[in-house]
């Protein structure tokens, strides 16, 4: 039986649903073995820990500039042109050892190392399920989207391991059998401009955004309250990018030697957790509100990151992981929620462009310092201590804020 929220849904509705699937699948998978690919054809981990950095900057700077101008030049083609770059960047990836080029792939391209969404797809489709479903179910329609994301990451993440494994008994190479993920990511790109090519203009936006002027970023009289929370959500950013899934994931085999094929069960599980606390959010937010569910799930979420490294074995900090996952997505549809119902829609696309891209901003800040981390022995469990404390930081401070930006208009 379909939930009434999904029921509303219209054929392009269903079909964002469909590449989101497909995306955070590639993703998923990729975030798994990426770091493990990548100090497996030479890089140390402080040089993937910069390309990967590298890599999310470019995503910002793709992404502000295609999100930025998505509701005038076309959502359907601007969707179309991400998809294209993240499959030229997974096909250069996985065909070279060049340093040099897997740099400028990184950059140009989109790659996402974390498992969580890069380039340009997540704000554009955020601001067109925002206008074709009632405000009343915006949240929870939000919800099952997010649990569509984590649930593909989860499959993802066990695809992958499954793969490697699976190539790696028949003779292949462990970085052959990781390239394999690499070439898969890339023709998933491919099948996204196929899916993409497939929106039809209603999925565009309104006329009136599209005739306007607005300022540089596609703001208006948003512009404010955007910026505020643009700054907190780097922050949050931030300290997740020192615990992206990529060196999660390298962090428990450097710790307990954990191989590609568990890690994909851990991070299935982890990603299937997730999924299932994204869809409790929209309930909480019904009786809470939209920042006090943001707040009061991320805290107690962030303490757990902080105890996975204090663990002595290996179920206990597999176990650690596991509880946090199962609260740390509740902020997600309440967040996306949040934005939507605080500016006008004809700004829509542009303030989910320039929240997101503060958060890949944030996020692209964090790698390199991990990887100078990582390649100590002694301080492989810091980059979980700076991550939970930053994102306490975030949530205290957004608890605050939240009095002085813009109640939402439920009437939007």
């Known amino acids: 039986m379909i939930p009434a929220s999904l029921s509303s849904l219209t054929p392009d509705g269903w079909l964002l649903f469909l590449t989101r699937l497909a995306r955070l699948f590639s993703y998923g998978a990729l975030s798994v073995v990426l770091v493990l690919y990548l100090t497996g054809i030479g890089l140390t981990a402080s040089e993937s820990g910069t390309l990967l950095t590298l890599t999310l900057l470019g995503d910002t700077a793709v992404s502000l500039w295609l999100t930025t101008r998505a509701d005038r030049a076309g959502r ?47 704000s554009i489709e955020q601001a067109a399920l925002s206008q074709v479903v009632p405000v009343r179910l915006r949240t929870e329609v939000f919800a099952w989207y997010t649990l569509t994301g984590a649930f593909a990451t989860a499959l993802g993440s066990l695809f992958a391991g499954l793969l490697a494994a699976t190539l790696h008994k028949t003779g292949a190479t ?72 990529s060196f999660a994931a390298y962090w428990f085999h450097l710790r307990f030697g954990v191989d590609a094929a568990m890690l994909g069960g851990v991070f299935f599980g982890a990603n299937l957790f997730a999924a299932l606390s994204a869809l409790a959010a929209s309930r909480l937010a019904a009786r809470l509100g939209l920042v006090n569910t943001m707040v009061f799930t991320h805290l107690p979420s962030n303490i757990l990151l902080i105890l996975v490294p204090l663990m002595p074995t290996l179920p206990l900090a597999v176990l650690m992981l596991l509880l946090r996952f199962s609260i740390s997505q509740m902020d997600v549809p ?66 605050r804020a939240a009095r002085e930006l813009p109640r939402p208009d439920v009437g939007r």
């Open 174 to 245: 462990s970085t052959n059998s990781q390239r394999a993920v690499l070439i898969l990511y890339a023709a998933m790109g491919l099948v996204l401009a196929a899916l993409f090519w497939r929106l039809s203009p209603s999925a565009e936006a309104p006329w009136e955004a599209r005739s306007q002027a607005p300022d540089r970023f596609g703001l208006g009289p948003s512009r404010g309250a955007v910026f505020k929370l643009s700054s907190l959500f780097a922050l949050d950013a931030f300290g997740g990018g020192f615990v992206i899934q």
């Open 334 to 399: 309440t967040r996306q929620s949040y934005t939507m119902a605080i500016v006008r829609p004809e700004e829509r696309s542009a303030a989910a462009g320039v929240t997101g891209v503060a958060r890949t901003t944030g996020a692209a800040m964090a790698p390199t310092f991990a990887g100078i981390l990582l390649n100590h022995a002694g301080w492989i469990a810091v980059p979980f201590y700076i991550a939970g404390l930053c994102k306490i930081g975030y949530d205290l401070l957004l608890y």
């Open 76 to 122: 359907r083609r601007t969707l179309i042109v991400g998809a294209l770059l993240m499959a030229g960047a997974g096909a250069i990836f996985a065909a070279t050892r060049n340093p040099l080029l897997l740099f400028v792939a990184g950059t140009v391209g989109v790659i996402s190392p974390s498992g969580n969404e890069v380039g340009p797809f997540l």
